[in-house]
């Protein structure tokens, strides 16, 4: 197994343990366990996953904490320019994730009615820093992204059910390897294609410009693309965000500092959200 597989099976079995750490920590906040009682949950000596956590995150268990609090989120919404500086820019960047731009192609009017016919998606599943991901392309870009590895081909197969699908993990690999080990000197944007309606695709190129480490509301998406009566309709398209972490719908939080749901749950969102914050 060569070192980038190593990794990404460390990474990924390391995010087992951080999100049952993560969760513990949520119950027993007002407590304000100790590093040894924390690891004890996870069956680790302090040493161990003092050492774990630094090596997935890059910094402690109390320092990554602080910012999954309410109010840290308030203060970074408080602080945040919104969607103004990179719309100024023209940047359309999925953050330092994975250092690239990103390039959105949606579907045709014609290709959404057909659902994919004569088209060919392959698809494979792999370990990531956030858990296993399931990831899907055709010759035009990615057009899933999924953690609920069970569930993403059955999506997959209703969303472009007049496709052809192909498993082909040696090819996918490459993609993993770009978006979670990514080269510095690899500047070749990394291409999505959508699936959505035109409102849809007006929300997620708007997820786009959150840069890394900062955080939008709702009504802050419905302002920026000049629909601010559109809040629920916003969160809804959310909600339906084909390939979330590269469209990253984990940065869109309620106004009063709750970090809310997530379609992979809510441990995995605030790990996402943490990890960002920490690195950004």
């Known amino acids: 197994m060569n070192t980038l597989k190593l990794n990404l099976y460390e990474s990924a079995n390391d995010y087992t343990l951080i999100a049952q750490a993560i969760d513990y920590l949520e119950a027993h906040k007002r407590q304000q366990p100790t590093l040894k009682e924390v690891a004890a949950q996870v069956a680790l000596s302090e040493y161990h996953f003092q050492r774990l956590f630094t090596r997935w995150v890059g910094i402690s268990p109390k320092r990554f904490l602080q910012f999954l609090t309410k109010e840290s989120a308030k203060r970074i919404l408080a602080h945040s320019t919104l969607l103004d500086a990179t719309y100024q820019s023209g940047l359309s960047s999925a953050g330092r994730l994975h250092d690239l731009f990103v390039h959105t192609e949606a579907i045709t009017p014609g290709e959404y009615k057909s659902?994919?016919?004569?088209?060919?998606?392959?698809?494979?599943?792999?370990?990531?820093p956030f858990g296993q991901a399931f990831i899907a392309l055709t010759p035009r870009g990615i057009c899933r992204?999924?953690?609920?590895?069970?569930?993403?081909?059955?999506?997959?197969?209703?969303?472009?059910?007049?496709?052809?699908?192909?498993?082909?993990?040696?090819?996918?690999?490459?993609?993993?390897?770009?978006?979670?080990?990514?080269a510095k000197q690899d500047e070749t944007p990394l291409a999505l294609h959508l699936r959505g309606t035109n409102?849809?695709?007006?929300?997620?190129?708007?997820?786009?410009?959150i840069p890394s480490g900062q955080l939008s509301t709702y009504g802050g998406i419905a302002s920026a693309i000049s629909r601010p009566k559109?809040?629920?309709?916003?969160?809804?398209?959310?909600?339906?965000?084909?390939?979330?972490?590269?469209?990253?719908?984990?940065?869109?939080?309620?106004?009063?500092?709750?970090?809310?749901?997530?379609?992979f749950g809510s441990t995995r969102k605030k790990a996402i959200l943490g990890w960002e914050m920490a690195n950004a």
Request: with cysteine; glycine share 8%; aromatic share 8%.
């Open 115 to 128: 659902k994919g016919a004569g088209l060919e998606i392959i698809y494979g599943s792999h370990p990531t």
């Open 145 to 182: 992204l999924s953690f609920d590895t069970e569930d993403a081909l059955i999506a997959l197969k209703r969303d472009w059910e007049n496709a052809t699908l192909i498993e082909n993990r040696a090819k996918t690999q490459i993609l993993i390897k770009k978006i979670f080990t990514p």
């Open 230 to 263: 559109a809040s629920r309709a916003v969160g809804s398209a959310v909600g339906k965000n084909p390939v979330p972490l590269l469209i990253p719908c984990h940065r869109v939080i309620r106004a009063t500092g709750e970090f809310g749901q997530y379609a």
């Open 199 to 209: 409102f849809q695709i007006q929300v997620w190129e708007a997820l786009l410009r």
